[in-house]
């Protein structure tokens, strides 16, 4: 069994990537280059940039009236990096918060490989529907299953501090512009494939289950 995603899902995806686009990459980069040639330092202009996706979390909090883990890890990481940058009169630490957030992230995945039940298989069991929970912590049983969490879960992580240290050792050879273009491209380059590559191992263990839980 495949399933293909319709037009319509496309275009509702392509409608919701156009804001995140124009307010988390472009606004931002627009911001610190206008404010730069107009005599603003880096940490001033870097500061005013910061402002366009936390506009754009606000935003989505109050059209749809609810806030999600995501947007609050995301509004965190730009308080806490607006805060910071100020404080220490830094334009660096402003301009690679979002990286240090994303590697302490990569870390946690990877620690929690120790314990009982390894973030990944925590996360997909808080995200699945109620009538699917049962099955999916069934799935534990299986020796399989348990090895393909902890693989997920090293994969998440192994991304998620490569793309951290990548995005670090850049802003000590580009520019700020160039490291706010570099950084979510070499998100969608190392971080993308393995959303991709997690969505289709869930939606393909979640089809070979019968309605107890037990692998079909």
């Known amino acids: 069994m495949t399933t293909t995603a319709s037009p319509a899902a496309g275009g509702h995806l392509r409608r ?18 206008l404010l730069t040639a107009l005599g603003s330092s880096q940490l001033v202009a870097l500061a005013v940039g910061s ?4 506009a754009g979390i606000a935003a989505t909090a109050l059209r749809t009236r609810r806030v999600d883990g995501t947007a609050l ?6 308080v806490v990096g607006l805060a910071g940058g100020l404080l220490f009169h830094s334009a660096w630490f ?23 039940r390894p973030l990944v298989f925590v996360i997909g ?11 999916f912590e069934g799935l534990w049983a299986s020796p399989g299953h348990r090895a393909g969490m902890r693989r997920m879960t090293a994969v998440w ?8 240290a990548c ?27 393995v959303g991709v590559w997690t969505v289709r191992r869930r939606a393909a263990r979640m089809r070979s289950l019968d309605p107890a839980g037990r692998p079909s």
Not at 51 to 54: E, S, T
Not at 101 to 111: C, D, E, M
Not at 125 to 132: D, G, I, K, M, N
């Open 16 to 33: 919701a990537a156009a804001p995140a686009l124009l307010l988390n990459i472009l606004a931002p980069l627009a911001a610190y280059e």
């Open 94 to 116: 402003l301009l690679v918060q979002g990286a240090f957030l994303t590697g302490t992230i990569g870390v946690v995945f990877l620690a929690s490989l120790a314990a009982s």
């Open 157 to 164: 992580g192994a991304a998620l501090v490569v793309h951290a």
């Open 73 to 78: 890890v995301s509004l965190s990481a730009i």
């Open 167 to 193: 995005v670090i050792a850049l802003s000590f050879v580009l520019t700020p512009g160039a490291v706010m273009v570099a950084s979510p491209l070499l998100a969608v380059v190392l971080i993308g494939p």
């Open 51 to 54: 402002v366009f996706p936390a």
């Open 125 to 135: 069991r808080q995200l699945a529907a109620a009538a699917e929970r049962p099955a």
